[in-house]
């Protein structure tokens, strides 16, 4: 089946850090890939995607580039800030399945000042 | 961009007593809407797809007969958890699909944070 396997967590860094979360896929078909926030107590939000290989998602200051020949989809951001202290989730999404994502199991970023 | 809501943000509850949790997409019509569990510290867990104007589908391990889900319009589901135990305490989320762009993106609600006591 399909599933999404993310960098285990917790991650702490310091402010200004350089940030990278791995995130590798395996799907029957060619999928959508997503990264998702949650900030505590809050459900989730989008913050970048990709349709297609190459693609590259971008979004305050965070990247990530659909790696078909390496089923991946890193996610990366160069400096980071205490406000970008969440959970991160990876996700892939088919057109079959009725559009159902799989989530990776999520990892919680930490940047202390 | 879409906007998902849920209603309520919080709900304690009486065991044994039943609870309905609101889902609505506010500026897209979803026909196909899905309803997740999240326990502290964990992923998401699918419970079960929620279509418009059928029955909803549900994710293996989930009881249909406990966890109603109807979706009687296409910018309304509702997740109504009935008998509930304290065990089934945890937070909802809901999500909606819009189907437009082709890339199958969701739209997650804010979640509901559900305490049965």
């Known amino acids: 089946g399909d599933s999404v396997t993310q960098m285990e967590g917790p991650v702490t860094l310091s402010e200004e850090a350089f940030l990278t979360i791995n995130c590798t896929y395996t799907a029957t078909g060619y999928p959508s890939l997503f990264w998702y926030v949650q900030y505590p107590g809050e459900g989730l939000q989008l913050l970048l995607k990709a349709t297609k290989a190459d693609d590259k998602g971008s979004n305050k200051g965070f990247e990530a580039t659909y790696r078909k020949e390496t089923t991946s989809f890193h996610l990366e951001k160069g400096s980071v800030q205490v406000s970008d202290s969440a959970v991160y989730f990876c996700a892939l999404s088919l057109g079959t399945n009725a559009g159902k994502s799989t989530f990776g199991d999520g990892t919680t970023l930490t940047v202390k000042p | 961009g879409a906007v998902v809501s849920q209603h309520p943000s919080r709900v304690i509850c009486k065991s044994g007593t039943s609870v309905k949790i609101e889902c609505r997409s506010l500026d897209f019509q979803a026909t196909t809407m899905f309803w997740y569990r999240q326990f502290p510290k964990q992923s998401l867990m699918l419970m079960a797809t929620?279509?418009?104007?059928?029955?909803?589908?549900?994710e293996q391990g989930v009881e249909k007969d406990k966890f109603l889900i109807n979706h009687a319009s296409l910018t309304l589901s509702t997740l109504t958890v009935t008998s509930a135990h304290p065990e089934d305490s945890s937070f909802y989320i809901c999500?909606?699909?819009?189907?437009?762009?082709?890339?199958?993106?969701?739209?997650f609600g804010p979640g509901t944070r559900l305490t049965v006591t």
């Open positions: 929620s279509n418009e104007g059928s029955k909803a589908t549900y």
């Open positions: 999500s909606a699909r819009d189907l437009t762009g082709g890339s199958y993106e969701q739209y």
